[in-house]
Structure formats: C-alpha cells, structure tokens
C-alpha cells in the first residue's frame, strides 16, 4: 500500500481551506489515502519572522481577493470569518484527541471545523463550537471538552507542531508526497503530477 | 484592440523569469500583447517589512528546491546565478531607457538579460553585463552605459518603482489583465482563463 499523502494546516489558512476541498479526490485518483494534520502557523512565524498574509501591508488586501477568486475558480463554498485570522489551538487539540480514537471520525470532524470555518464564516476559536462539531461527528461532547484541556493532548498537539517544523513545515498548506514537499494550494496540480509520475 | 497586459518583475526574482518565458504565448493566444516592467523588489520590502525568500528561515531551503523543480516541470532551462539573490538597478534602468527607445530591441533585452542570469546563471549585476547584453539586442554600448548613469534615467525607473507600488505591486512576477491583479507564476492559469472568460 502507498503512503498516505501528508497534509499540514492551520484551520486560520484559507489556503489551507482550498486544498482540504481537494486533497482527498487528487489522492483516491491516485490510490492514496491522506493522513490530516492540523498545526499552529504561530509557532512558525515565531522561527521565520514572518506574519500572517493577510497582516503584511500591500499583501494583505492582494490576498483577500486573491482567496476569494480562487475559491470561485475551484467552484468552493467560501466566507472569511468574522474574526479572521483566529485561534485554532483548541481545534488543534480535538483533532489529535479524535484521531487517536476514530480516524473516520475525526476526518469528519476536521472537515466539518474546516468547513464550519471557511464555507460558513463560523467562529471555530472558542471551545464550545469545537465540541459542537465533535458531537456533530460523532465524538462525546463532554469528552471532547475535557480532552482540549487535559495536559497530555497539549503535550501531542506541541509534539506535532514540532514535528512539523522539523519536517521543514512552514506554510499553509503543505503536502509530503513520498518525502516530496510542496506549499501552497496553488501546488496541487504539481501533486497530481508528482503522484501520476513519480516525479521530474 | 485590447490592453497588453503589464508584466511586473525582478530580474532576481527566479519565479519572475520563470513567469517571462511563459507569459507571451499566453498573451499571443488571447491576441494581447505583454508590457514588461522590471522594478526592484528591495523597494517593496522596505514597505512590506518582508525580505528575499530565499533569505527566509525555512522558507529558503524549499524555495530553492521548488524554482528548480518548477521550471523542469515547464520544460525551462534554469540555473541559479552565484550571486543570486543580486542588483539589478542597472538591468532596469537599461530596460526602460531601451523600451523608450525602441520597444522591439527593448524585449529583446530584458529578455537577454533574463535568460543570461537565469538559463545560463549569468552575472548581470555590473554595468559591463547589461552592456553586452544591449549590444546583443542592437543598442550602442556606449549610450547604454552613459545612460544607467543619467538622473534622468535614474528618475524613471525611481517613477517606475513608485507607480508599480501604488498599484499595489508587492511581488514577483505581478501582472495586471484589464485592472485583475495577479502575484506569481503560480498563477498563470488563472491570467490564462482570466482572459478568456474575462473573470468569474
């Protein structure tokens, strides 16, 4: 069986948002399943210097268009939250707790966040909507909630992040196709191709 | 007849020359011609507070990795210059005094001077390169050189700068269809489709 395409996010990327839309039909395309990993651009931009796109001046009022064009082009459902760009470290946590519990769930529910999010311009930053979309997928409610404070899911979402970064993680989103990276949403086609060739 | 499109970059920028080889057959096939316009990044991160990718923790590494992975994956014969990232104010000043003379010759340049630092990893840093890349093109050497040194010439490519900016110009390469902003080469399918559906 072939690895698992890999697929790094920050739930605050819209980016990040675009290519979880797509990911998974260039994958089964190819025979692949993806492996989500959510992770926390903060802790990037604390190493690169850098700051989220939508903070840089010129950048910044480029990028809103840009995200809303391109989600037109891919024909994706897309609304900027209110509080953009938020925090999605309790999102995070959940994620890693559910993916140890029940993957098929789980996946359910980083969509049903992302999509939360992104398609409905929906507040995923406090702890309440979180645990909304894990009963939605399935999950226990009140475990959820317990999970996002207890210091060993901390401890795994902090392990991922690290593993990422040391990976060479420092966008939204990023892909590894056997080992192969690649940033950006605008990428994609670049994956499909990877994965129907092998690479160039 | 319809309004060429303005094509902005750095001749440092390897995603711009990656850009410049692609841009004028998809212009030809939406029967629109293409403005080149060389200006200088350094400008923008001034404002911007950003800096050289490649200069970026993290972001350097792949960078480099993905402008030569990119131009295999567009047939484009690339090799990065020794000094790269380098000036180019002497490459632009040439540029626009070339282009108000004779924009034919002019193209001819700027794309010289584009191919000999990114085909050939050529230095065009120094007054003595774009000399011999002007000549190349038709141009007396002698006037070019005198000219990178005029404030008149000086001052153009300073308005250059200055206009491009408040266009909101932040990136390389950045082009404009009818007024529709676009940054990177990542997103010449979109200037493609752009054209021929006139937005969405």
Redesign the interface.
Same mark, same amino acid.
């Given at each position: 069986m072939a690895k698992p395409i890999e697929f790094w996010f920050d739930y605050s990327s819209p980016y990040g948002f675009l290519a979880s839309e797509k990911i998974g039909e260039i994958a089964a395309r190819h025979g692949r399943a993806v492996d989500w990993r959510p992770f926390l651009m903060g802790a990037?931009f604390k190493? &690169?210097? &850098?700051q989220p796109l939508v903070d840089?001046?010129?950048?910044g #009022?480029?990028t809103r268009? #840009?995200m809303a064009?391109?989600a037109?082009?891919l024909g994706i459902r897309f609304t900027v939250p209110a509080g953009f760009p938020f925090m999605s470290v309790g999102a995070c946590r959940a994620s890693y707790w559910a993916k140890d519990r029940d993957p098929v769930k789980a996946q359910a529910l980083m969509q049903g966040l992302y999509r939360k999010a992104w398609s409905e311009g929906g507040d995923i930053s406090h702890p309440g909507a979180v645990v909304a979309q894990a009963e939605a997928a399935g999950f226990d409610g009140q475990e959820v909630e317990a999970a996002m404070n207890d210091a060993a899911v901390k401890d795994r979402l902090r392990a991922e992040v690290d593993a990422g970064?040391a990976k060479?993680v420092?966008?939204s989103p990023f892909f590894f196709v056997d080992g192969e990276?690649f940033?950006?949403h605008?990428?994609l086609?670049?994956v499909d191709?990877w994965l129907a060739t092998g690479g160039?």
């Amino acid at each position: 069986m072939a690895k698992p395409i890999e697929f790094w996010f920050d739930y605050s990327s819209p980016y990040g948002f675009l290519a979880s839309e797509k990911i998974g039909e260039i994958a089964a395309r190819h025979g692949r399943a993806v492996d989500w990993r959510p992770f926390l651009m903060g802790a990037v931009f604390k190493v &690169t210097g &850098t700051q989220p796109l939508v903070d840089v001046p010129m950048k910044g #009022d480029y990028t809103r268009h #840009d995200m809303a064009r391109a989600a037109r082009a891919l024909g994706i459902r897309f609304t900027v939250p209110a509080g953009f760009p938020f925090m999605s470290v309790g999102a995070c946590r959940a994620s890693y707790w559910a993916k140890d519990r029940d993957p098929v769930k789980a996946q359910a529910l980083m969509q049903g966040l992302y999509r939360k999010a992104w398609s409905e311009g929906g507040d995923i930053s406090h702890p309440g909507a979180v645990v909304a979309q894990a009963e939605a997928a399935g999950f226990d409610g009140q475990e959820v909630e317990a999970a996002m404070n207890d210091a060993a899911v901390k401890d795994r979402l902090r392990a991922e992040v690290d593993a990422g970064m040391a990976k060479g993680v420092f966008g939204s989103p990023f892909f590894f196709v056997d080992g192969e990276p690649f940033w950006g949403h605008d990428r994609l086609a670049m994956v499909d191709r990877w994965l129907a060739t092998g690479g160039w």
